[in-house]
Nanobody
Framework: QVQLVESGGGLVQAGTSLRLSCAAS???????MGWFRQAPGKERELVAG??????NYGDSVKGRFAISRDNVKKMVYLQMNSLKPEDTAVYYCAAANSWDTVAVRRTGDFWGQGTQVTVSS
């Protein structure tokens, strides 16, 4: 089991960048890691996921967002560029025991508490 803590959210203007961080309480090398988001009245969606063999992204963020991980530091990052008002949501970091959980089932086994990202127009 791993505990996750997100940070880096805030209020920014459209077109700017923000980097979210996710700190894990233990080793993450064997976990698939993902960033998800949920906006008011909308379903949770996968933003980006990373596994040993690669990464994948939600269609709405491809080319703008980048996920990365530092297994030594037990950290996962989400670099968000060219932010849009529709990116406004609570962003959650998640860990999963398999890539299938993140990439196919679009969920996680362990979750952080979330960090709010608000993009003003």
């Amino acid at each position: 089991q791993v505990q996750l803590v997100e940070s880096g959210g805030g209020l920014v203007q459209a077109g700017t960048s923000l980097r979210l961080s996710c700190a894990a309480s233990g080793p993450i090398v064997n976990y698939a890691m993902g960033w998800f988001r949920q906006a008011p009245g909308k379903e949770r969606e996968l933003v980006a996921g990373t596994w040993a063999s690669g990464t994948n992204y939600g269609d709405s963020v491809k080319g703008r967002f980048a996920i990365s991980r530092d297994n030594v530091k037990k950290m996962v990052y989400l670099q968000m560029n060219s932010l849009k008002p529709e990116d406004t949501a609570v962003y959650y970091c998640a860990a999963a025991n398999s890539w299938d959980t993140v990439a196919v089932r679009r969920t996680g086994d362990f979750w952080g508490q979330g960090t709010q990202v608000t993009v003003s127009s």
